[in-house]
């Protein structure tokens, strides 16, 4: 193996490539996000990792605006995520002058994957150490949408995903409880499934929804925890309903 993993562009005689399977696991070693598109809401959640008690936690930012319509949040390496990120901005507003209309979600997350792929195959470089989830409401028809990006350069689009640390066990919760409901429902959703990895309750979890009317919204701290407050009672009144001797005995 270790004659195969020295450069990006050289596959191992089994076919793989080393050096984007080691970018895959910097993605899952990576902080915890999750994606859910609602009928009227596309939300993003990640985990928040505890700040110093003298840094600026307004500083520490894992979702970030691509555009008005477009926001992008990320698993993996920061400083991979800010080179992309600036370029995918870019990107937004050549295309708004050259084009004189907004970019499309599928058009930007090609450029991403255009970008990330071509990372895997030019000497002398290495592969983006991240996975992107890319949120967004296409221009023309007012549609949400959801994609995801990882390092090989392969997109696709989603109801709902999780990618970074834990993500099969959160991409398992999605898919058990996944419904297309209303801007609230998916917050909870959101919350709900990284509650399934985050330890420490609301106070280490990001989230921003982002509407066709009011663009991307990040959610206080206080409103994080009555939503993570709502969903513990929820769930001690299941626990309590379990608990109960059934009616009639």
Wanted: hydrophobic content about 40%; overall charge neutral; some cysteine.
């Amino acid at each position: 193996m270790a004659r195969y993993d020295r450069a990006i562009t050289v596959f191992s005689p089994d076919g793989h490539l080393f050096q984007v399977e080691y970018a895959l696991e910097a993605v899952r070693k990576g902080n915890a996000a999750v994606g859910v598109r609602g009928t009227d809401a596309v939300v993003l959640g990640v985990e928040k990792k505890s700040t110093a008690k003298l840094q600026d936690s307004r500083s520490v930012r894992k979702i970030v605006n691509l555009d008005q319509h477009i926001a992008l949040a990320c698993a993996g390496l920061k400083a991979d995520a800010r080179v992309l990120i600036n370029r995918a901005r870019i990107e937004c507003q050549s295309h708004r002058l050259t084009v004189e209309d907004p970019v499309t979600v599928e058009y930007i997350t090609r450029y991403i994957a255009g970008l990330q792929q071509k990372y895997t195959q030019s000497g002398g470089v290495r592969p983006f150490g991240l996975s992107t989830l890319i949120i967004g409401f296409d221009p023309y028809t007012g549609a949400p949408s959801l994609y995801q990006t990882d390092p090989s350069g392969t997109f696709s689009a989603w109801k709902a995903n999780a990618t970074g640390r834990n993500s099969n066990s959160i991409r398992e919760f999605l898919e058990k409880n996944y419904k297309e409901t209303t801007e609230q429902e998916t917050v909870k959703l959101a919350i709900r499934a990284l509650l399934e990895v985050v330890e420490s309750g609301g106070k280490n979890i990001e989230i921003a929804v982002m509407t066709r009317e009011h663009g991307l919204r990040q959610l206080e701290e206080a409103e994080i925890d009555a939503i993570v407050a709502e969903i513990e009672a929820e769930k001690a009144a299941a626990e309590a309903a379990k608990k109960a001797p059934p009616k009639g005995t």
